[in-house]
């Protein structure tokens, strides 16, 4: 058995891309997948859950996990690291804080933004979950989407 190296997921791309039953296992095994989660989305109805879900209203614990999740963040960090030094003018002492003002731009952005989708996906899932027949509509259209994507990818290249 060979090691796993950096250079394996190219090596495995390199195998993939020049063997033609490598690839075709790989696409339809990947459609099947797909047309498979659509055909168990169709079949397996979820159990009616109506009764109001218990979020703790001052558990603040929730928030800091959040914060320190994201500033511990791989991409977050290189983020800040290469991309914001790019906005820094003038004189170097005062490269700090510029950094600072513009952190706090991305996090006021970031908690406007995300506070707003979490306010809307809230309202989404109420409606969706009040609506007569709407969760029957989502499953339809969830099923019917992962079987079109298997059927899709199943088909042959047209180019």
Do not use: C
């Not at 003038?90 to 600072?100: E, K, N, R």
């Amino acid at each position: 058995m060979y090691p796993l190296t950096d250079d394996t997921p190219d090596l495995l791309a390199a195998v993939v891309r020049s063997s033609y039953v490598a690839f075709r296992v790989i696409k339809y095994g990947g459609s099947l997948y797909l047309v498979h989660l659509g055909v168990r989305a169709l079949r397996d109805r979820p159990a009616a859950d109506d009764s109001p879900r218990q979020v703790a209203a001052g558990d603040a614990r929730i928030f800091w996990q959040s914060i320190v999740a994201s500033m511990t963040n791989p991409k977050t960090i290189l983020f800040f690291l290469s991309f914001l030094p790019q906005f820094v003018t003038g004189p170097i002492a005062d490269a700090s804080w510029q950094m600072l003002r513009l952190g706090a731009i991305y996090m006021l952005l970031t908690i406007i933004v995300y506070g707003a989708l979490g306010y809307f996906a809230g309202q989404a899932s109420r409606w969706l979950r009040e609506g007569r027949g709407r969760p029957d509509r989502v499953r339809w259209l969830t099923a019917g989407s992962f079987i079109g994507l298997g059927v899709w990818a199943a088909l042959p290249d047209r180019r």
